[in-house]
C-alpha cells in the first residue's frame, strides 16, 4: 500500500501517545503536520517528533499533500474541527465522542457524501490484538451462544492525573461520552447492534478535590451526572448490564465478560489494546459430577488464559483506527471503524442518558453491521 500523509489537529496530552505509535508502528502513515489552536504548542511537538510543519488549523486544511486529517481536539471542538475538514474535502479520524447527539452525527455523515471522503472514529480499541482475539474465540464457539454481558467502568474520575479535569464535569462530559464507547465498540463489534436500553444516573459528589499538581488543593463544581448503570438488548437478544462511574473508589466488578451457553470469556479492559482473554468452560464444573478431588476442585475455580492471536504492539496503542481508514480508502472497502458504528454508538449513549432522565426505555433508530473481524496472521501494520 502507498503512503498516507496525515495531520493531527489538536497536540494536547493524547497526542503523545498517537504520533509516537503512528510513526512507530504503522508505516503506511507519515505526518506531514501538526497543528494546534497554540502555533507554540505545535511548533514544540513538531520538534520534538521531528515532523515538518507546524500549523494553525485552516493552514493544515490547506495542505493538498494531506490526505487524512486526525482530530484529537477536546469534545467541545469536536463538530466544529470535523465539519472544517470534511468542508475542506479531507479524509476524517476523529478521537470520540464523535458527535453529541444524533444529529450532528448526521451532518458529518452528509457533508462526507457530498464531499466524496470517508470518516473514521475512536474508539478503535476493538480493533487491536486483545478483543480481535476475544472476537474470534467467540465466534469460534468457544462459550457457545452468547447470552449476557456484564461492562463496567469503576473509577473515581481523573482530577488526580489529568492536567484540565473541569471538561469532564460539564455538559459533553461525564463517564458515558468520556469511556462508554470503548465498552460499546467492543460489544457491538462482537455481537450487533443494540436495539433499546434504560437507564438510572446518579451525582456522588457536588464538588471535586483537584490533586494533579497544576491544580493541586482546588475545587471544581460537577454539573452533571457522574454515574449510569443501564441495561441494553441488542438485537441478537443478548442482556448488557452497564455501569460507568466517576464515584467509585474501588470496585471487584469484572471490567468486561461474556457468559455463553457454554462459559464465560473475560478481558481486562476494553479501553487497552493489549489484554489476554480468559475462559472458563462449563466442562470444569460438569466434571466434578463425576470425579471429586482437589485436582477437579481447583480447575473447577479457574479461569483459563488464552493465547493473543494478533501482534500485540503496546498495551495502551492509538492510531489503528487510522490505518484502518487508509487501507479502506486504498482498497475502496468500508472501513471498520466507520462512520456507521460511531453514529450507532452516539444514539447509544444518548438513549442511556434520555432513559436516565425520563425513567423510560428508548428503542434505536439505528443499526450498523458487525465490523469485518481481522484475520489472524497479518504483520504489524497489515489489514
Known amino acids: 500500500m502507498r503512503t498516507y500523509k496525515i495531520g493531527i489537529i489538536g497536540c494536547g496530552s493524547i497526542s503523545n501517545t498517537y504520533i509516537p505509535d503512528i510513526q512507530n ?55 466544529q474541527i470535523n465539519l472544517s475538514v470534511l468542508s475542506a474535502g479531507k479524509h476524517l479520524f476523529t478521537e470520540k465522542p464523535f458527535a453529541m447527539n444524533l444529529p450532528e452525527a448526521d451532518e458529518l455523515i452528509t457533508l462526507a457524501g457530498e464531499k466524496g471522503v ?12 486483545g478483543l480481535q482475539s476475544m472476537n474470534k474465540y467467540i465466534r469460534d464457539g468457544i462459550i457457545g451462544k452468547p447470552l449476557y454481558v456484564t461492562a463496567n467502568m469503576m473509577s473515581h474520575g481523573v482530577e488526580m492525573w489529568h492536567p484540565c479535569p473541569a471538561p469532564f464535569y460539564e455538559a459533553g462530559g461525564g463517564p458515558l461520552y468520556d469511556m462508554a464507547g470503548y465498552y460499546l465498540s467492543a460489544i457491538v463489534s462482537m ?20 490533586l494533579n499538581k497544576a491544580q493541586f488543593g482546588t475545587y471544581l463544581d460537577v454539573e452533571i451526572p457522574t454515574h449510569y448503570s443501564a441495561v441494553l438488548n441488542l438485537k441478537s437478544g443478548v442482556i448488557v448490564s452497564m455501569n460507568m462511574s466517576f464515584d467509585i473508589w474501588q470496585s471487584g466488578l469484572p471490567k468486561f465478560e461474556i457468559y455463553g451457553t457454554d462459559g464465560t470469556i473475560s478481558y481486562p479492559d476494553p479501553n487497552f489494546g493489549g489484554g489476554v482473554p480468559s475462559v472458563y468452560r462449563k466442562e470444569q464444573v460438569l466434571d466434578t459430577v463425576f470425579q471429586e478431588n482437589e485436582e477437579y476442585r481447583q480447575r473447577e475455580a479457574k479461569m483459563y488464559e488464552l ?17 484502518d ?29 434520555t432513559a436516565a432522565n425520563e425513567h423510560c426505555v428508548c428503542k434505536m433508530a439505528t443499526s450498523c453491521e458487525i465490523p469485518k473481524p481481522i484475520e489472524p496472521g497479518l504483520f504489524v501494520g497489515e489489514l
Not at 508502528?25 to 504548542?41: M, P, T
Not at 455481537?191 to 483537584?210: A, E, N, Q, T
Request: with cysteine.
Open 307 to 323: 493465547p493473543e492471536l494478533y501482534h500485540r504492539v503496546s498495551n495502551y496503542s492509538r492510531g489503528l483506527g487510522v490505518l
Open 25 to 79: 508502528i504503522y508505516h503506511d502513515l507519515e505526518i506531514h503536520a501538526v497543528a494546534d489552536a497554540d502555533l507554540n504548542r505545535a511548533g514544540e511537538t513538531a520538534k520534538r517528533f521531528g515532523i515538518k510543519h507546524a500549523y494553525r488549523t485552516e493552514e493544515l486544511l490547506a495542505d493538498d499533500e494531506i490526505e487524512i486529517a486526525v482530530n484529537l481536539t477536546p469534545p467541545r471542538f469536536h463538530q
Open 325 to 353: 481508514l487508509a487501507y479502506a480508502i486504498e482498497h475502496k472497502r468500508p472501513n471498520r471503524a466507520s462512520a456507521e458504528l460511531a453514529r450507532h454508538i452516539t444514539e447509544v449513549i444518548d438513549g442511556i442518558i
Open 118 to 129: 470517508m470518516i473514521g472514529s475512536a474508539p478503535d480499541t476493538f480493533l487491536s490484538s
Open 191 to 210: 455481537l450487533g447492534p443494540v436495539d433499546s436500553v434504560s437507564g438510572f444516573c446518579g451525582k456522588g459528589f457536588d464538588r471535586r478535590l483537584i
